[in-house]
């Protein structure tokens, strides 16, 4: 649970705070580059983290990616670059995300922010 609460404290960190109604809107990713970042969430972090909508997280301390992107304030371009400095990472996690693959997975995530989204109860 501790990983969880920095996770999305780094998450929230990210984010300017602003309320849900003044989010910043970023233009949609393109279909190629979500699919891109759904295979690439699949391939190396559905191990730890629930990446399609409703799936809990093998990793208990792992926050889903559902959970992630409806984090206050994120937007595609915060996410992007949390993913891609990789020394933000909780030292449990020790992996790293190229540029490439940032965006990607960044692309993905967002896809799953939805306006009537509850943060489950821990």
């Known amino acids: 649970m501790r990983t969880t609460v920095v996770f999305a404290a780094i998450a929230l960190g990210l ?10 809107v970023s233009a949609a ?12 969430a699949d391939a190396l972090c559905s191990g730890c983290h629930a990446v399609k909508p409703g799936e809990i997280s093998p990793n208990p ?12 304030g994120l937007t595609q371009e915060t996410l992007s670059e949390f993913l891609r400095n990789s020394h933000n990472f909780p030292e ?31």
Do not use: W
């Open 92 to 122: 449990k996690m020790n992996f790293e995300v190229v540029e490439e693959d940032g965006d990607a997975l960044a692309a993905y995530m967002i896809t799953l922010r939805r306006e009537d989204y509850q943060q489950p109860i821990e």
């Open 61 to 72: 301390h792992s926050p889903s990616f559902e959970m992630i992107a409806n984090a206050r």
């Open 29 to 40: 990713p393109s279909p190629a580059l979500v699919k891109q970042g759904h295979d690439l």
């Open 15 to 24: 984010a300017a705070c602003q309320p849900a109604a003044d989010r910043p």
